[in-house]
């Protein structure tokens, strides 16, 4: 079993920054990829973020290209999600996942590819 806690999630005006953790813990040899991933209330799951963590090569959905940016702590099973000019429409709960992300030489941000899951930390920004 691995273990995934979120952190940093909160409300925000509209233009303003949050900054999200994640912390794995358990079998962190079961996986070699981090991501991150969204839903709001009567939306699907949406993958927002993933990083391989054997190079740090990283891919994020062109929704939030340019603002939002994935991280690995050094040294640690640990992924963080920097979010800069934050929109009311980036209201959700966002989940960190750990899985498998590379597809035919490609990080994907496929759920299916990710199988384990925080509880989640809502982020609410208003306008």
């Known amino acids: 079993q691995v273990q995934l806690v979120e952190s940093g999630g909160g409300s925000v005006q509209a233009g303003g920054s949050l900054r999200l953790s994640c912390e794995a813990s358990g079998s962190t040899d079961s996986f070699n990829c981090l991501g991150w991933f969204r839903q709001a209330p009567g939306k699907e799951r949406e993958g927002i973020a993933a990083?391989?963590?054997?190079?740090?090569?990283?891919k994020h959905a062109a929704s939030v290209e340019g603002r939002f940016t994935i991280s690995q702590g050094n040294g640690r099973n640990t992924a963080s999600l920097q979010m800069h000019s934050l929109k009311p429409e980036d209201s959700a709960t966002y989940y960190c996942a750990a899985g498998a992300c590379i597809v035919l030489g490609q990080v994907t941000l496929e759920s299916n590819q990710f199988y384990y899951w925080g509880r989640g930390s809502q982020v609410t920004v208003s306008s």
């Open positions: 990083i391989y963590i054997p190079n740090g090569r990283a």
